[in-house]
């Protein structure tokens, strides 16, 4: 008789996500992914200082202030706090502009939630931005994990139930940032993620009003705060990632989102899909306004008889308002993204404002767009046709948009993108000084001199 050697066990996925996890101090990573981790930085930095004075970042900051606790953690231009409450306005500020990361197969956010932990924390344990790095690059890739798969994936269908990834699996990406800086035991880092997931929300409807960029913040702080509990011996349950019973059931309740695998940790980092935005609206507003402004040029000072814009099949879900009534409103329509393209417009956080919205040309170009969501055409991918009043037609197409990971942002125009984001705010020296640091915030000084400028001010 042949005996036959038992089987192994198979992996649970929480058991995936903490091994990962518990992995990550002894790392190496590939240059690739490191400089992936920087280009981050940049621009998390970048977005989120250009951010701080923004209405809801104010009253977030301002509420936080009045609490007065102590801590080690830098608000940005302003004061030290503790670091759970140090990462709420900074990630606020982070995703206030939605001008922020994205993950374009479906997390979400990332640095606005995993940078902001990652820094807070660092900070508060007097850790360099060596540490930092490995710290963030495990916090993206459990985010971006959990949340991945693309149109059919999670990320997607948590928005289709009316969940915002960012909320959701950011609260798991910043508790496994945290728990690296932490030290936290394997049991203590599968506490940690237990903690994160029983306070994962965000709600889709929040969109266009101040608590979408609190969606980023929230999920920081509370993934600092899952940790450090689990530190001090907070027990939580252990079996919340798997694909019943825990968060994905309970939230994605009609099942209809295809779960990806975990097998892949550390051998596909999915950092380096990360995706970049030159335009300060949802994401699935991008390629209908990169198609719509390279026909400006032909239409200008002419008079439009309809547009049409034939996008993906998921992009009405997040930037389906018609015709916004408040400039955060506006970020979310793709109608109101069009007809700025149309006019030349950037769409810059200087573009959406109040005297956009009173800008009749534009307003009255709405009514006349028709929006067609297109199932199985990718969300990188847009068409725009538009019908001149003397019939003329017109016609573009972006078939990648620019800054998504296979049309990428080079660091030159990453850097033009940083600059104009900080240049209101700091002399040209610091401005240059700032994003050379940033860009090497994993040597030993670059956190300093990041803080000696941008920390707070005397």
Not at 122 to 148: C, D, F, P
Not at 215 to 243: C, F, N, P, V
Not at 335 to 357: K, N, Q
Not at 420 to 426: Q, Y
Request: proline residues 6%.
């Amino acid at each position: 008789m042949t005996q036959t050697q038992p089987l192994a066990p198979i992996p649970t996925r929480g058991a995936q996500l903490v091994d990962f996890i518990a992995a990550a101090e002894g790392r190496a990573y590939p240059p690739e992914v490191l400089d992936a981790a920087r280009k981050a930085f940049v621009d998390y930095l970048g977005v989120t200082l250009g951010a701080m004075q923004d209405a809801p970042v104010r009253a977030v900051s301002a509420a936080i202030r009045d609490w007065n606790a102590p801590g080690k953690a830098t608000v940005f231009h302003s004061y030290t706090t503790a670091p759970a409450l140090a990462a709420l306005v900074n990630g606020t500020a982070t995703h206030s502009q939605d001008y922020d990361d994205t993950h374009p197969l479906g997390a979400g956010h990332p640095s606005g939630p995993v940078w902001s932990a990652t820094l807070a924390m660092a900070q508060e344990l007097g850790l360099s931005g060596g540490a930092m790095i490995g710290a963030y690059i495990t916090g993206y890739e459990v985010m971006a994990k959990l949340g991945n798969g693309g149109p059919n994936g999670v990320g997607r269908a948590l928005q289709r139930n009316g969940f915002h990834p960012t909320s959701v699996v950011g609260r798991a990406g910043a508790a496994a940032s945290t728990a690296v800086l932490l030290g936290l035991t394997p049991h203590q880092t599968g506490s940690a993620l237990g903690n994160a997931a029983t306070t994962m929300g965000g709600l889709v409807g929040s969109f266009g009003t101040h608590s979408k960029p609190f969606h980023a913040g929230k999920a920081a702080m509370d993934g600092i705060m899952a940790a450090q509990y689990a530190a001090h011996g907070y027990e939580a349950a252990q079996t919340l990632y798997e694909i019943k019973g825990g968060w994905l059931s309970a939230l994605i309740q009609d099942a209809s989102g295809e779960i990806p695998t975990l097998d892949d940790f550390g051998t596909r980092w999915e950092i380096l899909g990360n995706g970049f935005k030159l335009f300060a609206s949802c994401r699935a507003t991008h390629a209908s306004t990169e198609t719509a402004r390279s026909l400006a040029d032909k239409v200008k000072g002419r008079a439009i008889r309809s547009v049409h814009v034939r996008t993906h099949g998921h992009a009405l879900v997040t930037a389906g308002k018609g015709k916004p009534v408040t400039p955060l409103e506006g970020k979310f329509s793709i109608p109101f993204c069009v007809a700025m393209g149309l006019s030349g417009r950037h769409l810059l956080p200087s573009d959406f404002v109040e005297a956009t919205l009173q800008e009749a040309p534009i307003m009255a170009l709405i009514d006349r767009i028709t929006v067609q969501p297109v199932v199985g055409q990718s969300p990188a991918e847009a068409h725009v046709e538009v019908v001149m009043e003397d019939g003329e037609v017109l016609k573009a197409t972006t078939k990648i948009l620019k800054g998504h990971p296979d049309n990428p942002l080079s660091w030159d125009e990453l850097r033009h993108k940083f600059e104009a984001m900080v240049s209101p705010l700091h002399s040209a020296a610091d401005v240059d000084a700032l994003y050379e640091a940033a860009r090497s915030i994993d040597t030993p000084e670059a956190l300093a001199q990041v803080m000696r400028i941008a920390g707070p001010q005397q």
